[in-house]
Nanobody, 124 residues
Framework: QVQLVESGGGLVQAGGSLRLSCAAS????????MGWFRQAPGKEREFVVA????????WTADSVKGRFTISRDNAKNTLWLQMNNLKPEDTAVYYC?????????????????WGQGTQVTVSS
């Protein structure tokens, strides 16, 4: 089992920045690829960005490319999502997730463990 706890969400004006954190516990964090997803009311859970177990590779959704950056520190069992130039359409609950495999990191079904989510609201 891997337990994931997100933090850092909140209310921010358009153009602002937020940094989300995801603290992992349980099984060895460095064995897992990690991802961030988001879900807005009435919409399906959407892939945002993912990172390989070593941090050497990342995958980013076109909607956030150039604005969002994922990073991890395996020694601290922590994953981050730096979000810059936020837009109202970025408003959603953001979830971190852990995957044993990197084959399907752009799909929710490719992940084995999920956090409870943290709300991000961007005002116009």
């Amino acid at each position: 089992q891997v337990q994931l706890v997100e933090s850092g969400g909140g209310l921010v004006q358009a153009g602002g920045s937020l940094r989300l954190s995801c603290a992992a516990s349980g099984r060895t964090f460095s064995n897992y690829a990690m991802g961030w997803f988001r879900q807005a009311p009435g919409k399906e859970r959407e892939f945002v960005v993912a990172i390989s177990w070593s941090g050497a590779s990342t995958w980013t959704a076109d909607s956030v490319k150039g604005r969002f950056t994922i990073s991890r520190d395996n020694a601290k069992n922590t994953l981050w999502l730096q979000m810059n130039n936020l837009k109202p359409e970025d408003t959603a609950v953001y979830y971190c997730a852990a995957a044993r495999s990197t084959i399907t990191l752009r799909a929710p079904g490719g992940y084995d463990y999920w956090g409870q989510g943290t709300q991000v609201t961007v005002s116009s």
